[in-house]
Structures are given as C-alpha cells and as structure tokens.
C-alpha cells in the first residue's frame, strides 16, 4: 500500500515537473520571438539611417529596454532547468557525488528563498508602477505590462528551484545518483573510448 501510494506520488511530481518545464518552456519561445521582433526593429532602423539622413524609427532604444525585460526574465527558468547558468564548482567537485548533492541542494534552496523574496518584491514594483502610471518618455509605453512579465519570470524560476531542490535532496537520501552525474559519468565514459 506506501509503496503505491509513495509511486502515484512519484508519478504526480513528474507530471508536475514536466507542467512546469513546457510552462518555461513556453515563456522561453516568448523571450525567442521578442529578440526576433527587436533584431528586425533595429536592422530596418540602421537601413533607414543610412539609406536616408533623418529617417529612423522613434523610439527604438525604448523598445529594446522593454524587449530586454522580455527577453532576460522570460528565459530564466528554462535556463535554470537546462543548468545553463554560470556557475563556480570548484569547491564541491572534490566532494563525493552524494555530499555534493546535499550542497546543491542547500545552495538551490537558499536561492530558492532569495527567489521569493525578488517575487515579493516585483508584486510590490507592479502595484507601486500601477499606481503611478510610469510610461516610457519618447513612445509613452505603460512600464506595468513589463512589470508583470518580470514578476512571472521570477515566479517560474522560483517554481524551478523549488522543484530542483526536491531532486538534489530525494536523490541525496535515496541514494541515487542525480541526472547531471549519470551524464557526466557517460560523457567521461565516451571519452575515454573515444581515446582507445
């Protein structure tokens, strides 16, 4: 009986996790299309300097500073799940892999903590940005849709090092060797037949 009960919970926290990876997922493809959108805005903006002498587009260096919150905080989270964020290992790379993961998690469950709070504060930035109707000074572009965009950015990266937290910690206890380190054990393994 805790055997089935502790699987459906097993199966219910990969459901979860794989919810939360196509959600990242999602906001990382909106972050794509802003960059894509922003690239095109600036190339037909030089072409429009350069072809003629006081053509440009108004506004340009305000749509790249909003473009930019689009693109950095939408694609935190999936940063995060791909491990693509820079990061020192030096210290704990000497450890064993188990003692190594209890570290990680501590380290993913402080930032977890750091993570609420910068979400605590971006609720406060929109309530505060709503009430002063803060718009931009060339184009008059409204900063609170930005405000909000940032705010679920960092509640998806928060959702993310929580979820990254359980792993460490679960597969610390249980023993069992996490993801990353299988990978590494496979890479170090195909190196090493690649050399032969």
């Known amino acids: ?11 219910m926290y990969r459901l ?10 999602a906001l990382a493809t909106v972050a794509m299309v802003a960059i894509f959108v922003i690239m095109f805005v600036l190339v037909i903006d030089i072409i429009l300097r350069f072809a003629t002498e006081n053509m440009a587009i108004l506004g340009t260096y305000e749509m790249t500073e909003m473009a930019m919150v689009i ?15 820079v ?48 718009t931009t000074g060339v184009l008059f572009i409204p900063h609170v849709p930005f405000t909000v965009v940032m705010t679920i950015g960092l509640g998806a990266l ?25 990978r590494k054990q496979q890479e170090k393994a195909l190196l090493a037949e690649s050399k032969i």
């Not at 979860?16 to 997922?25: A, E, F, M, P, T």
């Not at 693109?71 to 964020?85: D, G, N, R």
């Not at 210290?91 to 064993?96: G, K, L, Q, S, W």
């Not at 892999?97 to 504060?121: H, K, N």
Request: glycine share 6%; aromatic share 12%; net charge neutral.
């Open 71 to 85: 693109i950095i905080f939408l694609s935190l989270a999936v940063t995060q799940i791909e491990k693509e964020h």
């Open 16 to 25: 979860i996790r794989k919810g939360v990876n196509k959600v990242c997922s």
């Open 87 to 134: 990061s020192v290992v030096m210290a704990i790379e000497r450890f064993p892999w188990r003692v190594r993961t209890f570290i990680q998690g501590v380290i993913s469950a402080f930032t977890t903590v750091l993570c609420f709070y910068t979400l605590y504060a971006g609720v406060l930035q929109v309530q505060s940005v709503q009430q002063s109707g803060v």
């Open 158 to 182: 928060m959702v993310v090092f929580i979820l990254d937290t359980i792993d460490y910690f679960v597969a610390g206890i249980k023993n069992v060797k996490p993801e990353e380190e299988l």
């Open 1 to 11: 009986m805790q055997e089935q009960q502790k699987g459906d919970a097993y199966k």
